[in-house]
Each structure stands twice: as structure tokens, then as C-alpha cells.
């Protein structure tokens, strides 16, 4: 046997192993997204099955192939993408916002954020990179949404065509 031989065969073994690998993924994977990226890992491994068998015989048999299942994958994981669902807050942090809303219906003053273990507080340096993040976090800001309402109320949109 060649050294072609060689690499031929530890090549379509592991692209094996590869593909076992992405199928149980499939099967045991815990969120829709796993399964999805462990789909498009499959294509790859069927075209890079394709590309290595053409290698080895020297042909181009399979070209339309290998296209066509590259362009499956990428078009059906942007498709997907566009779909995940972004993460929901933890109930948690439900729990949170709806005892600040109560609050402040209440007319309660609001109470201070907590500040996360490991930052500046507890005696910890900060990181320099997230710095703006923390003090962002303990100085409470809390963004407005622009509602219609907004809009009648700044002249600047009155001034704006509606489409």
C-alpha cells in the first residue's frame, strides 16, 4: 500500500468517526440549535466524503455534488439563524422586573441594583475592558422605549413623513 492508500483510508475513517460523532449530536443534542449545526456538520463530512474519493481516483464525477450540498448547508443554516429564538430571562429576573414595576407603582423609591460577586465592591480589581459595563449596571439605567406616544410629543417628528 501507497501512501496515498494510507491517508485515503485514515481520511474516510475519521470523516466516519466525524459523522457517528455529528448523528449521535442529532439524536441526543439538548436544544434545536445543536441538532441544526450538527445537520449542517453532516453535509460537510458527505462533501468532504465526496472530495477525498475524487482525490483518490482522480475524476470530478462528483463536483455537482459537492456544490450543491455546500450550498444546502449554507443556505439552511442562515434560514435557521434567522429563526433562533433569542434567550428569554431567567424567571428570576421575571421575579425581579415585576417587584421593581410594583415598586414603583407604589411610588416606592427604587432600590439599588446588585452589584454581581467578584467586582469592584468586594474589593476586586476590575477588568479594564468591562469597567463601563459595571459602572453602567450600578448606576441603574434603565433605557426608554419610544412608544407612538413619544412621536406627538417631539416636534421633530411632526416634520417626518409617515409611510
Known sequence: M???DWAYWISQFLLALGALCAVYRVYKGPSV???VISVDVILIIVGSVMLVDMAYYRHTDFILFVVVT?????LGAVAIARYVVVRTPDSEDTVRQAE???AALNGDPTPE???PAGTAADGAQEDESTSWFAALARSGFV???KDENDDAADPASSRREKP
Open 2 to 4: 501507497s501512501m496515498l
Open 70 to 74: 455546500a450550498v444546502i448547508g449554507f
Open 143 to 145: 433605557p426608554k422605549r
Open 100 to 102: 421593581a414595576q410594583a
Open 33 to 35: 440549535l445543536d441538532r
Open 113 to 115: 441594583p446588585e452589584i
